[in-house]
């Protein structure tokens, strides 16, 4: 961060660039942690009540639930974006046009979108994972695949924060916009 005196008073340099690299590495990390989320045990199935139960190996991956797949391919693209308008900001820095200024807000009011859809989801499903629903009769998991849920939880708390950035970076632009106006 720089520094600058202005008129006899401190003013802080643009933080911008340090939440947009911040950005980058939150929804990049959160989308690594869920895409390699897998885990397989070992699961005793009772077919009729006088057997004896049945060893199966059940796994659980991400790509089995829609909800765990939006929330890497969010991730995903805000971490791309993230990326893309880091490059476009620098290139914008000395010329200060307002128009590209406001479209990068409008984007990144999108990502936080974007990204808060993708919480909604998979904590969604998490919960059920979590729970259970007796109603649909649908079992808890989590129990059983306790590594496989923290990593869900890990992502989406990883997600959450990459969600914070870019709710930063629009307090930041917004209130740099109309610190130029006035």
């Known amino acids: 961060m720089e520094s600058q005196y202005k008129g006899g008073q401190r003013r802080v340099g643009s ?10 590495v939150l929804t990049l990390t959160a989308a690594l942690v869920q895409a390699l989320d897998k885990q397989t045990t070992v699961a005793s199935i009772k077919l009729v009540p006088t057997l004896p139960a049945i060893d199966v190996p059940v796994t659980a991956k991400w790509l089995h639930l829609s909800a765990f797949v939006y929330l ?3 991730n995903i693209i805000a971490c791309v974006y993230a990326a893309f308008s880091l490059v476009l900001s620098f290139a914008n820095r000395g010329t200060k046009k307002s128009s590209l200024e406001v479209f990068i807000i409008v984007l990144d009011m999108l ?17 059920i994972g979590y729970n259970g629903n007796s109603h649909v009769k649908w ?4 129990y059983v695949f306790g590594r496989f849920c ?5 992502a989406v708390v990883l ?15 917004v209130s740099r916009l109309n610190k130029r106006c006035n």
């Open 15 to 24: 933080l911008e660039p340090l939440v947009r690299v911040l950005a980058v």
């Open 72 to 74: 890497v391919a969010a």
């Open 159 to 173: 997600t959450q924060l990459g969600a914070l950035a870019f709710i930063f970076l629009v307090v930041l632009a």
């Open 139 to 142: 079992d808890k998991v989590c």
């Open 150 to 154: 923290h990593q869900v939880i890990a």
């Open 111 to 127: 990502m936080v979108g974007l990204l808060f859809s993708g919480i909604g989801a998979a904590t969604a499903i998490g919960l």
